[in-house]
Structure formats: structure tokens, C-alpha cells
T-cell receptor, first 110, second 114 residues
């Protein structure tokens, strides 16, 4: 069945460091891909999405590109801030339901 | 406008009791989803309502779980004879039209079964 695999955390970085969180997926067809973020004490929020191959989603300085050839959707940010500390979930949407990865907890140190 | 709301925000119950969790979707959203977030299983799909179609119940873990959506708006997730393994955060989401439309999540109900 469809699945999403993302790097396990926690990931700890210093402020202004470069961030990559790897995500790969297994799916038949062409799902939409998402990154959701869950800040401490808050609900899930959509961070960015891409609906077809080679699309790049971006928001708040984060980017991810839908790579069909490598079935990947890695999340990147050039310079992280303390306020980016959260749990990040990679996900795909196929047949109306979202399938999530297990989440990666990110800690940014000042 | 208002987002997805859920109530209660926290619920503590005793093993064997029934609980009801409520979700108010974003106005005008025809699709409504329930998910469960637990330590051991991550985020799991439970059930999906779209308009007047029969719901997709494929994610419900047992027949103790049921959900209904009245009038195409508010939804209630019911767990009968709760077990300790039901302890989790139950998330509701809604979207404009199902399919690949973006799903917007509520803050969740944290359920603790003692």
C-alpha cells in the first residue's frame, strides 16, 4: 500500500543553519504531496504542497520539490530560526485520505 | 474565517465507558475527516465523509468506533467501551471538496482512558 518514510528525529540545529528533512514515498499513480507542521501546543498546519512532478511548494522560507524519479519530497530551509522548532510531517493524498510519515521533531538552538 | 473546531479539547474517561467527540468543520466544506495521533502509531486515517455519499470507514480500528455527520456539517466520533489503547489525540479535518483539496485540521481532542 501507499506509504511515507521520513527521517527520524529529533534533529537539533543552531539558528541560521541549513535544514534538510528527507522524505520518500511509495504510491501508485500520482499523489499530491504535503508537508504539515505542528508547533508546540498547536494543531496541524499545512506548510506547503505540490500536486504534480517537478512542482515546488514553498512557504515561510521552506521549500520542497516533487521528484517523481526519486519518489522524494525533501523539505529544505536555508536559514532556520528558533521559531521553526516543531514537528514536521511529510504526507501524501491519494483516494481522499492523507497518509502521514511518522514525523520529525526539529529543535533549533539560539 | 473560523477554522475547524473540536470539543472537548481534553477528555479523561474510565475504561469501559463510551465517549463522544465533536467536530465543527469550516463552513462550506463538504468533506470531513477523522484521524488519530498516537505515540505508537503516528497519524492514522479513521473515516471520511464527502457530501451525501456513504462514508469511507476503512480506517476505523474496530467496531467500537463509529462516526456520523448530521446535516452535512457537524460530525461526532463515538468510541464505545473505551480501552486504554484508545488514548490518543483525535484530529478532525475538513476540505472544500475532497479529493486532492487541502485538508485543514482542528486542534484535536486529547483522550485519556484510565
Amino acid at each position: 500500500g501507499d506509504s511515507v518514510t521520513q527521517m527520524e528525529g529529533p534533529v537539533t540545529l543552531s539558528e541560521e543553519a541549513f535544514l534538510t528533512i528527507n522524505c520518500t514515498y511509495t504510491a501508485t499513480g500520482y499523489p499530491s504531496l504535503f508537508w504539515y507542521v505542528q508547533y508546540p501546543g498547536e494543531g496541524l498546519q499545512l506548510l506547503l504542497k505540490a500536486t504534480k512532478a517537478d512542482d515546488k511548494g514553498s512557504n515561510k522560507g521552506f521549500e520542497a520539490t516533487y521528484r517523481k524519479e526519486t519518489t522524494s519530497f525533501h523539505l529544505e530551509k536555508g536559514s532556520v530560526q528558533v521559531s521553526d522548532s516543531a514537528v514536521y510531517f511529510c504526507a501524501l493524498n491519494r483516494d481522499d485520505k492523507i497518509i502521514f510519515g511518522k514525523g520529525t521533531r526539529l529543535h533549533i538552538l539560539p | 474565517g473560523a477554522g475547524v473546531s473540536q470539543s472537548p479539547s481534553n477528555k479523561v474517561t474510565e475504561k469501559g465507558k463510551d465517549v463522544e467527540l465533536r467536530c465543527d468543520p469550516i463552513s462550506g466544506h463538504t468533506a470531513l475527516y477523522w484521524y488519530r495521533q498516537s505515540l505508537g502509531q503516528g497519524l492514522e486515517f479513521l473515516i471520511y465523509f464527502q457530501g451525501n455519499s456513504a462514508p469511507d470507514k476503512s480506517g476505523l480500528p474496530s467496531d467500537r468506533f463509529s462516526a456520523e455527520r448530521t446535516g452535512g456539517s457537524v460530525s461526532t466520533l463515538t468510541i464505545q467501551r473505551t480501552q486504554q489503547e484508545d488514548s490518543a489525540v483525535y484530529l478532525c479535518a475538513s476540505s472544500l471538496g475532497g479529493g486532492r483539496e487541502t485538508q485543514y485540521f482542528g486542534p484535536g481532542t486529547r483522550l485519556l482512558v484510565l
